[in-house]
Every structure is written in structure tokens, then in C-alpha cells.
């Protein structure tokens, strides 16, 4: 049974992903397109969030959250037409754990869909990475890599474009499982808002 706590973080997370799609495509009154998108297209994002995780141990429960920056956070991919791209998209955050700092992130094949001139959605299913942070691994202590499934669904807003650089203000939501050792799962909720750096 979820508690109070985890059902607000979740219905806020909801309603903030709601009106930030409603905002941006209501602020779409643009009928020329400004941008020629065709190619491959890279995107880096940088930000910052909420995460909350939970075990099957009891270690950790989602009653909590801890601010997360976003790292690294990239995105692959090419266009299809002018608004569907085929992507691969690296998510990831930094968190704090048993006084250790790990990432939970993935790799995720994803779609992204122009649905104005300016506004796009953005989503797949994939892998879920939860490892140590790259600059605090310690051997038998902080070393172990676990693997899982992540989805991830994604908005944003290009608020500047020029020739083939955009950028954007995002929202994105990750919700991933990670199977540990001895049959144990860790599973991470993730909102971020961030600014994109986009070449397409």
C-alpha cells in the first residue's frame, strides 16, 4: 500500500509533467516552421531533480526523496522526417546512498515527436544502470553494477533556435527496477527539469 508521502511526490510529478505539455503547446502560435530538421541529432541536458528509491530489502522506501543533479543525461538519434526521430537516450542522476555516490540512469531506445513547431514529446522503454559514481568507486564497498528495466517519458520547449542549434527547457520522468544480489530489486522514481543543448 503506497504511503500518503509517495502518493503526493507521484501526483505532483503528474501534474507538473500535465501542465508543463499544456503550457508549451498553448504557447505555440508560430504557423511558419523556423527550423530544417533532418540528420542526427545529439542533445545534452543539464538540471536537476527529485529522486526517491525503494528496495525489496527494506534499506530504503520511497517515504523519501533527495535532490539529484542530472549527470550525464545525452541523447542520440535521427530524424525519420521533419517531426519523428528515432533516438537512444542515456538518462542519469547522482544520489546518495549508505554514505556512497551512485548513479541511476539507462539506456533507453525512444521515440521523439514534434507535436508544433517548437514543442516535442519524448519516450521509450530500456535498459536501467545502477552503479557507482565514476569518481567514488571503492572496491567491496561501493563497486557493484546492477542492471534492470527503465521507462522514461519526456517534454519540452525550444525556446531558442538558430540554424540547427535549439534550446530547450525539459521535464522528464524516470521510473526503473534494478535486480541486485540475492533476489533483492532497487526501484527509482526520477523528475527532472533541465535545459537542452540541441544540434539536429
Known sequence: MKTIKTQILLRTACVLFTLLSGITNAQDSETAKSTERSGFIFEFTIGGGLISLE???????????????????LKFGYMINERLAVTASIPGNIYEFQDNDRHFGGFIPSVQYW?????WIHGGIGLAIDAPALYDIK???????????????????????KNNFALNVQSKLVLGRSSLDGD???DALIFNVGLGLSWL
Do not use: L
Open 115 to 119: 507535436v508544433k513547431d517548437r514543442w
Open 184 to 186: 533483492v530489486h532497487r
Open 139 to 161: 572496491d567491496d564497498v561501493n563497486d557493484d553494477w546492477n542492471f534492470g528495466c527503465a521507462v522514461m517519458a519526456s517534454t519540452g520547449y525550444e525556446i531558442y533556435k
Open 55 to 73: 528496495d525489496s530489502a527494506g534499506i530504503q522506501t520511497f517515504d523519501t526523496s533527495q535532490g539529484t543533479f542530472v549527470f550525464p543525461d
